[in-house]
């Protein structure tokens, strides 16, 4: 497994954003509960996985120490993350997606509802459910309504939200959005976008990410395969 800078500089190349995530893959057990390859198709790679714990998060943003002591209040005990990357299409290239499916576990139900109800639309606030630091790079952050004709149905358990962030630097835009959502004590992200990917293109990515999934979980056939 690569190391934490390694990590780091993988997702910054892909996604316009950073991971600071630990380098070991002891946390197999919450597999499940991430996008799988046959989830996003075979023109799709893995790049990488790996586990993320309280202090990773923590690093992403600004006073990292008392982020750690607030994820950890908030029963927060481990994650999980895996990153996959479009292959390039045929000329005239556009640009790649990239997916990040995450998995948090808290130590029960209560608080994991607790943590996804606090979320701020917020770059700061939500870098924990995508494991990216765009607060740092001048990013902004919208919650975008969930529950339309490209969203399967939601459960009331699931608390299903979703936000859409943007950012610019020197090499253009980025475009993400994330759907957070419950199952358990898990809270559960799907991630889509990256430089030059429009909004529109992210946002028609995540809720068949979500259906596989929650079909996988529920021993069922992916619906959109």
Same mark, same amino acid.
Not at 91 to 115: G, W, Y
Not at 140 to 157: L, R
Not at 192 to 210: F, K, M
């Given at each position: 497994?690569?190391?934490? *800078?390694?990590?780091?500089?993988?997702?910054?190349?892909?996604?316009?954003?950073?991971?600071?995530?630990?380098?070991?893959?002891?946390? *197999?057990?919450?597999?499940?509960?991430?996008? %799988?390859?046959? $989830?996003?198709?075979?023109?799709?790679?893995?790049?990488?996985?790996?586990?993320?714990?309280? /202090?990773?998060? @923590?690093?992403?943003?600004?006073?990292?120490?008392?982020?750690?002591? %607030?994820?950890?209040?908030?029963?927060?005990?481990?994650?999980?993350?895996?990153?996959?990357?479009?292959?390039?299409?045929?000329?005239?290239?556009?640009?790649?997606?990239?997916?990040?499916?995450?998995?948090? #576990?808290?130590? /029960?139900?209560?608080?994991? !509802?607790?943590?996804?109800?606090?979320?701020?639309?917020?770059?700061?606030?939500?870098? %924990?459910? !995508?494991?990216?630091?765009?607060?740092? #790079?001048?990013?902004?952050?919208?919650?975008?309504?969930?529950? $339309?004709?490209?969203?399967?149905?939601? !459960?009331? #358990?699931?608390?299903?939200?979703?936000? $859409?962030?943007?950012?610019? /630097? #020197? !090499?253009?835009?980025? *475009?993400?959005? %994330?759907?957070?959502?419950?199952?358990?004590?898990?809270?559960?992200?799907?991630? @889509?976008?990256?430089?030059?990917?429009? @909004?529109?293109? @992210?946002?028609?990515?995540?809720?068949?990410?979500?259906?596989?999934?929650?079909?996988?979980?529920?021993?069922?056939?992916?619906?959109?395969?």
């Amino acid at each position: 497994m690569a190391s934490r *800078h390694v990590l780091a500089a993988l997702i910054l190349a892909s996604m316009g954003a950073c991971a600071a995530c630990s380098s070991s893959s002891s946390h *197999h057990e919450l597999d499940p509960y991430l996008c %799988a390859q046959q $989830d996003v198709g075979d023109n799709y790679q893995q790049l990488i996985e790996g586990d993320v714990s309280p /202090n990773d998060l @923590a690093d992403l943003g600004s006073n990292p120490a008392s982020r750690a002591r %607030a994820f950890r209040d908030a029963g927060l005990e481990r994650g999980r993350f895996a990153l996959f990357k479009q292959a390039l299409p045929k000329p005239p290239f556009d640009p790649q997606v990239n997916v990040v499916c995450q998995v948090l #576990e808290f130590k /029960n139900s209560a608080q994991a !509802t607790a943590f996804l109800k606090s979320l701020d639309p917020d770059p700061s606030s939500l870098s %924990a459910v !995508t494991s990216s630091s765009l607060s740092l #790079e001048g990013a902004t952050a919208v919650e975008s309504p969930i529950g $339309d004709a490209h969203d399967p149905p939601w !459960t009331p #358990e699931q608390l299903g939200r979703s936000f $859409d962030i943007s950012a610019s /630097n #020197e !090499t253009g835009q980025t *475009h993400i959005r %994330a759907l957070v959502f419950l199952q358990d004590r898990f809270v559960l992200s799907i991630v @889509a976008g990256g430089p030059g990917v429009s @909004a529109s293109v @992210a946002a028609d990515i995540v809720p068949g990410l979500r259906s596989c999934l929650e079909a996988r979980l529920a021993s069922a056939v992916c619906p959109s395969r």
